[in-house]
């Protein structure tokens, strides 16, 4: 059971790139899914999130309005288009289950033994 996010590359500021999230062995829409990126030397953050329903989104302010978060069930697949792309969103971008507690998106793992493998997504300036 694996979580496989790709979809990364080097664009430039104003771009757009289009993450895919895929795994094998789970059923994604029977999570709240998000995505998260974590730059070098920085933390990992919350971007996006998707709720079961499929409907209902969630943001970070710093990517409102500039990101769309969906998904696939058919293809068991979890995508976050970019656009707008800044500098600063220059990250390796992952993807993983998370739930809210104590006000904030958190990562939920455990179902898939680790974050898997992330895409890196560079905004050259």
């Known amino acids: 059971v694996q979580l496989q996010a790709s979809g990364g590359g080097l664009v430039q500021a104003g771009g757009s790139l289009r993450l895919s999230c895929a795994a094998s062995g789970r059923t994604l829409s029977r999570y709240t899914m998000g995505w998260f990126r974590q730059a070098p030397g920085g933390e990992r953050e919350f971007v996006a999130a998707?709720?079961?329903?499929?409907?209902?989104?969630f943001y970070a302010d710093s990517v409102k309005g500039r990101f769309t978060i969906s998904g696939d069930s058919a293809k068991n697949a979890v995508y976050l288009q970019m656009d707008s792309l800044k500098p600063e969103d220059t990250s390796t971008y992952y993807c993983a289950p998370t739930y809210w507690k104590n006000h904030r998106w958190n990562p939920q793992v455990h179902d898939f033994g680790s974050w898997g493998q992330g895409t890196q997504v560079t905004v050259s300036s």
């Open positions: 998707l709720a079961e329903n499929g409907r209902s989104t």
